[in-house]
């Protein structure tokens, strides 16, 4: 059976790589007598893969990992025993029966939730005009950026990846188109607006933080995001 | 909440950040207000080295057993870090607390390796510790060292404020009781070092003063302090089995070079190999029971999770019951779990388990024969025969393996132009026995012979401790008639030849064997940004060969002088078992290319029964 499994990664756990956290969870699976599936061959592996994988440095309570097991107690069960095995900053959120057939977690992957906010210390002067400017030069048609591709620099209009755009309380809620196709790093929003003001963005002055992600299930009029997790259904 | 030491923007500004940060699981945190002694154990080199190092976890696990202690683990900053601490005036921290190095009761550096001395430095001055032990206050921890390279503590003996000789299972319990005694009763730094002298396998070199002949050689070690004894002798645990040793190892969340959990089933050695230091100190032969074994094994995997196991020791094959563990092992191991077998000797019996953990296609097979001809291997007492490498080979190529490591080494004594090339033959009828042994239809691509030479530095405590060493040319030129003669090997195409750089040997040979004048030519190269020495991309000769220069020390006095058997090393104040008077005799033997049998055919007498257990009362 298939299991997506949503998990945070918070606190000094956000200066752990990416296949560092795939290390981490293969061991939590041994250490709580996971029944996982293993893949033929002389170094069987475990069945486990990954969505998006986050920066160094930024912080989630929306990652998403699918697994293969033969056997799974009820999603209660199994959220509490991976928690007794984990440390601080990788809580287990979600243990879900994926239907036969569903997408992985990274083939699915269509959109996330982040919020920005300044990192002390390097807040502009004037936050909240910052914000207003900030959400203004959202607001606009069309924002063009400078990709590099393989062969070239290319411009692309970043502005119909921003799916969503909130301002309170000093920072920013933001959804954004992701995954293979259409990719959006929320910084690239930002650096956009620093260029545009002929400002330069300092590397740390960003605390990006993924709140949930999304696959789509709409069609080419119109979006329809489902969370990654609201694919699998509970075990009761 | 914890806080760490290094905030957002310097861990995002160096590589590897997790290094860094503790926390991993079995990760042992307690709170510091509720221990009387914080203990900073400090393999001296980068996370990934320390980590995988089974000394530390033991000591992590015996010192966190005590209530009263709080053992954290610190090791070195690698340069990006390094020199962000220095440029940001960071104070070297441990890993669980985050706290500062310099507010421990102790500081224990573990010594594994010649190579790491300008980062014992390193370590001590990021700390903000004063690198002469002489120089420190009340206000520092009290740095220990222990570890293999101590067997010769005196080119470091003055950064230490006491040495620990032998196994740390031994005597840390008094030790830490009169630390805790003494800080109770407000005494000093001295006062406790002096009532530290008089533990068991404890050496306060600032105790001691060494009075030189004119010639610069030793002419007698001082003890200057009451409490100083004249000899230390190492201590050891007899019984492994009632000694601690990991449940829960800590899990790394990187990447670390040993990514496993490590079982060490016996400790010492019966062979007797004339170079090798390990073979020497660790004496007598001490083996850990079958069930212990079974217990920590399955223990360690399930609250570790970690993917392999390996088995440790310096010889796996002499373990009574290797076949009951490997059996167990390959049983119970569960699924997705490695097991590996280093220092197996090559026989149907570790074949047929090599099959059953390997991928017989992509795993290799490695002999040491340490040197390529018989009268070689017969002068260090290495007791393998061509033959039964031969045969070793012969049943691997058979089993299905075409890949073969060969290690040897260069500049051994005696060591003359026929025993270099042997090397080069004895690879070369390796190959041949390949083609006759496995049909050519039945060959699964060609046959790989790697061949590899380090050259030779003699440890003291081995018999060997009185050779002489060469200069890097004469290294280098070594390797070349090996090079040479394999191109014209009639096999040469299935033979691959690499060998070690030759100006580190001068150095290790340095410290090996050096006294006390050596400590300030590691100071002066540290000065001058020498670090991480063993990590081939920073060792910078020419810079020591300054450093040495420029405090006038001369090289070619610890390498190329003949030493007579009579001289007073820098080490005999240490009693490790073996008596001097043996290694001369095997000395002596090995001039005359004569093996000696190993401690289970016949006792040699070396001296390592006065501890009263292991191999020397097996009957």
Not at chain 2, 215 to 232: C, F, L, R, S
Not at chain 2, 348 to 358: C, E, H, I, P, R
Not at chain 2, 397 to 405: A, E, L, M, P, S
Not at chain 2, 573 to 580: L, N, P
Request: hydrophobic share 40%.
């Amino acid at each position: 059976m298939k299991i997506r499994v949503k998990f945070t990664k918070e606190g000094d756990l956000k200066f752990i790589g990416h296949l560092d956290v795939m290390r981490f969870f293969q061991k939590v699976l041994r250490r709580a007598g996971v029944a996982i599936c293993y893949s033929a061959g002389f170094s069987p592996h475990q069945i486990m893969s990954f969505s998006a994988p986050l920066s160094l440095g930024l912080t989630s309570e929306g990652e998403y990992m699918d697994i293969e097991v033969s056997e799974s107690g009820s999603s209660a069960e199994m959220l509490a025993k991976l928690n007794a095995h984990t440390v601080d900053g990788i809580r287990v959120l979600s243990w879900r029966l994926l239907p036969d057939g569903a997408d992985n977690a990274m083939a699915g992957f269509a959109a996330a939730d982040y919020t920005v906010k300044f990192r002390p210390g390097y807040e502009p002067e004037d936050l909240a005009q910052f914000w207003t400017e900030f959400e203004a030069f959202c607001g606009q048609d069309e924002i063009m950026v400078e990709k590099q591709t393989k062969r070239s620099v290319k411009q692309i209009n970043i502005r119909p990846l921003i799916y969503q755009l909130k301002i309170s309380e000093g920072e920013v809620f933001m959804q954004v188109a992701s995954g293979s196709t259409n990719h959006l790093k929320p910084e690239m929003v930002f650096q956009a607006f620093y260029d545009s003001k002929g400002e330069e963005l300092s590397p740390f002055a960003l605390m990006i933080h993924r709140l949930e992600m999304y696959t789509d299930l709409g069609d080419e009029n119109e979006r329809k995001l489902v969370s990654l997790q609201d694919v699998g259904t509970d075990i009761l | 909440m914890r806080k760490l030491a290094l905030t957002d923007e310097q861990l995002l500004s160096i590589e590897k950040p997790a290094r860094y940060l503790g926390n991993e699981v079995n990760a042992v945190v307690k709170d510091k207000d509720s221990v009387d002694i914080r203990f900073a154990i400090c393999f001296p080199d980068v996370y990934e080295i320390g980590m995988s190092h089974l000394g530390i976890q033991i000591l992590y696990e015996m010192f966190n057993r005590r209530q009263d202690t709080w053992c954290e683990r610190v090791y070195s900053p690698w340069n990006d870090l390094d020199k962000l601490m220095r440029e940001e005036h960071i104070p070297l921290f441990a890993l669980e607390s985050q706290d500062p190095v310099k507010n421990f009761d102790f500081l224990g550096i573990t010594i594994q390796y010649e190579m790491c001395y300008t980062n014992i430095l390193q370590v001590l001055d990021l700390a903000g510790i004063p690198l002469s032990a002489a120089d420190r206050t009340e206000e520092d921890p009290i740095v220990i060292g222990g570890g293999p390279c101590v067997y010769n503590p005196e080119p470091i003996a003055e950064f230490f404020d006491l040495f620990y000789i032998g196994e740390g299972e031994t005597s840390y319990d008094e030790l830490l009781d009169i630390y805790k005694e003494c800080k109770k009763q407000g005494k000093s730094r001295r006062a406790f070092l002096e009532a530290a002298a008089g533990v068991p396998g404890i050496y306060v070199p600032g105790f001691y003063e060494i009075k030189y002949n004119e010639d610069g050689t030793i002419d007698e070690m001082v003890a200057i302090n009451d409490h100083a004894p004249a000899t230390v002798r190492k201590v050891i645990a007899l019984d492994l089995d009632h000694v601690p040793y990991p449940d829960k190892p800590i899990v790394p969340f990187m990447k670390v070079t040993q990514d496993r959990v490590v079982l060490e089933i016996q400790r010492g050695c019966i062979r007797g190999c004339r170079f090798c230091q390990a073979g020497m100190v660790y004496r007598p032969v001490r083996e850990r029971n079958i069930d212990f074994l079974k217990e920590k094994a399955a223990n360690m995997l399930k609250n570790s999770g970690q993917e392999e196991i390996s088995l440790s020791s310096l010889s796996s094959s002499d373990y009574s019951h290797l076949a009951d563990i490997v059996n167990f092992l390959i049983e119970n191991k569960g699924t997705g779990v490695n097991i590996s077998l280093p220092s197996l000797r090559i026989d149907a019996f570790s074949l047929d388990v090599m099959s059953k953990v390997q991928d017989v296609r992509k795993s290799s097979i490695t002999f040491a024969p340490e040197a390529g001809t018989q009268r070689m291997r017969d002068t260090i007492n290495k007791g393998l025969t061509e033959e039964v490498i031969m045969s070793g080979a012969a049943e691997a190529f058979r089993g299905g393996w075409n890949k073969v490591k060969l290690y040897f080494m260069l500049g051994l004594p005696t060591e003359t132009e026929a025993d270099m090339e042997g090397i080069s033959h004895l690879a070369n009828r390796m190959a041949a026995v390949y083609f006759d042994e496995v049909p050519k239809e039945k060959r699964n691509g060609r046959v790989q012979i790697n061949v590899s030479t380090s050259f030779f530095i003699p440890k003291p405590f081995t018999p060997l401790q009185w050779a002489v060493m060469y200069t890097p040319e004469e290294y280098e030129r070594r390797a070349r008639v090996v090079s040479t003669a394999m191109k014209g090997e009639l096999n040469h195409k299935s033979l691959r030849y690499a060998w070690h750089d030759a100006d580190v040997t001068i150095l290790e040979g340095v410290f090996a064997r050096g006294d006390r004048k050596v400590a300030k030519g590691i100071r002066r190269a540290y000065e001058m940004g020498c670090l991480f020495d063993s990590w081939t991309e920073n060792f910078d000769y020419q810079k020591w060969l300054k450093a040495f220069e420029e405090v006038g020390l001369d090289i070619d006095f610890y390498t190329m002088r003949e030493r007579s058997l009579e001289e007073v090393f820098p080490w005999d104040f240490i009693d490790a078992g073996v008596t001097k008077n043996f290694l001369k005799r095997e000395w002596n033997r090995a001039m005359e290319a004569k093996v000696s049998p190993n401690c289970r055919a016949q006792c040699q007498g070396c001296g390592a029964a006065t501890f009263g257990g292991g191999v020397c009362f097996e009957n």
